[in-house]
Each structure stands twice: as C-alpha cells, then as structure tokens.
C-alpha cells in the first residue's frame, strides 16, 4: 500500500517498469507447506503441457473418438466456469440490487472469477487435437455462427474482457496512474452489467452442449432444461466459492484486513448462505420437475440412481439444509462446511455430465479413466491460479483498502 501511495501522481512507463519489476520479487516465506507441495507439480506440469502439445492428445491422456471429453473439460471449464460464477452473481447484488455490505469482497471475487477463465476456461486449449485451430469456433468455421459453441466461445472473450475491466481499478491504484483509475472506474457499472447478461448465457450455453447428447447421457441427469440447471447451480456453486476462498483468504491475509471488515465479514457469510440456500431450493424443485415430467423415478433403484442421489440429496439437500440453519443461528462453522459440500456436489455433478453418466452403458473396463499425467496438469493449472491470485493480493488492494486518491473517485 505505501508503495501504491508513493506512485499516487501520474508517472511515466520509465518510472513504472522498475516499480513492476522489484514487486516480482517474492514477499514472506519461500519455504511454505504450500510452496513446497504445489512448486514440483507446477514445474512438472508445465513439462507436460509442452510435451502434450508437441505430442499429441494420445502421449499424455486417455481420451478417445468414444470419450472425448475428460476432466480437463469436465473438471477445468466446467466446474471452473461454474465457481467462477460468483464475479456475476455479486456484481448483480452490488451494482443491480444496491446491496452495498457485498462491496467489500467484491474485487476479491472478481479477481478470483477472472483467474478462473484466464487458466480453468482456457483450460480447453489442451483438449483440442489441433489446439492451433482454437479460433474455428470465433469465427464459425466448420460449426457455423449458428452452433451453440459459437456461442459460448464468444461469450467466454467477451466476459473475460468485462471482468478484466472490473478489475483494472485496483491494477490503475497499485501503479499509481490517477488518470487511467479515472478511466476504468467509470466502465466498472457498465462492464459489470455487460458481464452478467453474458455470464448468464455462456453459464446456459455450457449445459445446453450436452443436450446435443441424448441417447449418450443418462435419461437422469439428460432432459431439456439442462441450461436452466446448469445457470441455477452456478449460483450457488459461485457463492459457495466465494464462501470457501473468502474464509481462507481472511485467515493467510489477516493482515490486510480492515476492523470494520473483519467485523462485517460474518454478516456477509449469512447473507450469502442464505443466497446459496434459496438457488438450492430451485435447483432442487426443478430437478424434481425435471425427474417427474420424464418418468424416471424406477431408476432412481439402478446403479446410476443411487449415485444420482447422491448428488441430490447428500451434496445438495444436505448442504442446504446447513446454509439455513447456518445463517439462522449464525453458525459460521456450519456454513464453511456447507460450502466445501456444495463445491464437492458442483465438481462431482460437472463430472457426471461430461465423463461419469455419458454412455454409462459401455463396461467399466471400457470408460475412460484419466491418466496421471492428465490429474497433474489439472492440478499444475489449479496450483497456477492459486499462486498468481496470491501475488496480486499481497501487492493490489484487493482485500486492503484503496489509496486516499482512489476511494474519493470510487464509482457510485
């Protein structure tokens, strides 16, 4: 923060490339659990990227003509798009609802939702055969502009601009440009209302993928609302991540907290339990709907129906039940809880549309099963977020206050 404060006058890029390059050297302990355990798996990892890309799909994954979605789909962009899904459900609360007790952890959300599409959303990089072909779907060549991948990819770009700008204040603030804050600050509201009306459609054209499946997904998890449900569980899968990353970034980056926010923070954890809690309670009413409308309720007795409620009742209706009861008696406990077994049920309902409930009929013998070489580029990715998420907090006011300069120019 007194480095942001010394750079508070507009300076030119002579005196800013310094300042930039002495804040890569690393702050606090190098030796950390975490640096110990997730550094090797980094390094290994970018090896292996390199050696995939060289290579081929073949040398590294699993994957075939028959499976081709893995969990660098099922796990990366769909369960990463779907925590990224609070930026837009708290920029809808701050700036549409007027909720303004949310203000104070909506850059760390932002920031987390825009990490998660740069690495999680691009991600499908490494699943493409011709990786180099990546920009056929922008311009619609061989699928059309009519394909719902058209759709989405230019809603993931676009989003990812819009969350990019959301989060430029606090980039402006650390550097010290004045006039640059200026600038950006007045495209937040409009960038922020941008991004939801997209992060809603990308959130439904991801499940609306799969609807392109039937006779391949399992009739429990296939029907036509498939976009509707895939839109309700990003809301609570990305408040629930908001709960999850917020309880740890209050414990590694006490320092940087405010009184009044430390003192804040519990009504915050309420109210959004209680959000998570009312998107449950929809998503379960329309998967009863969902179930009744199409007669399956004699597979619920199958293997894949005891699975599937799992889902539903062990990682949904039991965490809800938590989230209520948490904000109820304000039970912070309960609810980080609640949280960790929402995110659980969002990972493991993500990967049964894309690997576990797709032709569930085929023997298990036959299935894909990730490779090691696939789980440590997923974690290499995982680790890369967490790393790039902790060197911006430690340098931007994401969780610290802004400069005097910047909160008298904060947009409305």
Request: proline share 4%; charged share 15%.
């Amino acid at each position: 923060m007194q480095r942001s404060e010394a750079l508070s006058k507009e300076r030119g890029v002579k005196d800013i490339l310094p300042f930039v390059l002495g804040e890569l050297r690393p702050k606090g302990r190098i030796l950390t659990p975490f640096n110990v355990v997730s550094a090797p798996v980094i390094l290994l990892g970018f090896i292996l990227i390199v050696y995939r890309l060289f290579m081929g799909l073949e040398a590294v994954t699993n994957l075939s003509q028959e499976f081709p979605w893995g969990i660098w789909i099922g796990f990366e962009v769909m369960v990463g798009v779907a925590f990224a899904g609070g930026a837009y459900v708290l920029c809808f609360a701050v700036y549409i609802l007027r909720a303004e007790k949310y203000h104070a952890i909506l850059r760390a959300t932002v920031l987390n939702g825009w990490l998660a599409y740069c690495f999680y959303a691009s991600a499908i990089l490494l699943d493409l055969g011709r990786w180099w072909n990546i920009f056929n779907p922008m311009i619609g060549n061989y699928f059309g502009v009519n394909s719902v991948l058209f759709l989405v990819a230019w809603h993931f770009l676009l989003y990812n601009i819009a969350l990019f700008l959301e989060f430029s204040p606090a980039a402006m603030e650390w550097l010290g440009l004045r006039r640059a804050r200026k600038l950006v600050g007045g495209l937040v509201l409009g960038a922020s209302v941008i991004g939801i009306m997209l992060s809603t459609g990308h959130q439904s054209g991801l499940g609306a993928l799969f609807m392109m499946a039937k006779g391949k997904l399992h009739p429990l998890w296939y029907s036509e609302y498939i976009p509707l449900i895939f839109l309700v569980s990003s809301v609570f899968a990305g408040l629930s991540m908001v709960i999850f990353e917020g309880s740890i970034s209050h414990r590694v980056f006490h320092h940087k907290l405010t009184e009044k926010r430390i003192r804040e923070y519990p009504s915050i954890l309420t109210g959004l339990a209680r959000a998570c809690a009312g998107a449950m309670f929809v998503y379960l009413f329309l998967q009863i709907l969902v179930t009744l409308n199409g007669h399956e309720w004699s597979l619920l007795g199958t293997r894949m129906g005891i699975w599937y409620l799992v889902e539903i009742v062990g990682l949904v209706t039991i965490p809800m039940l938590m989230f209520l009861w948490g904000s109820r008696t304000d039970n912070l406990g309960l609810i980080k809880a609640a949280s960790v077994l929402t995110l659980l049920g969002v990972i493991l309902n993500r990967l049964s549309y894309s690997v576990i409930a797709f032709k569930w009929y085929v023997p298990i013998s036959e299935r894909y099963i990730p490779t090691w070489m696939e789980v440590v580029i997923t974690l290499c990715i995982v680790f890369c977020e967490i790393w790039v998420f902790r060197w911006i907090v430690h340098r931007m006011p994401i969780l610290s206050e802004p400069p005097a300069w910047a909160r008298d120019e904060e947009t409305p």
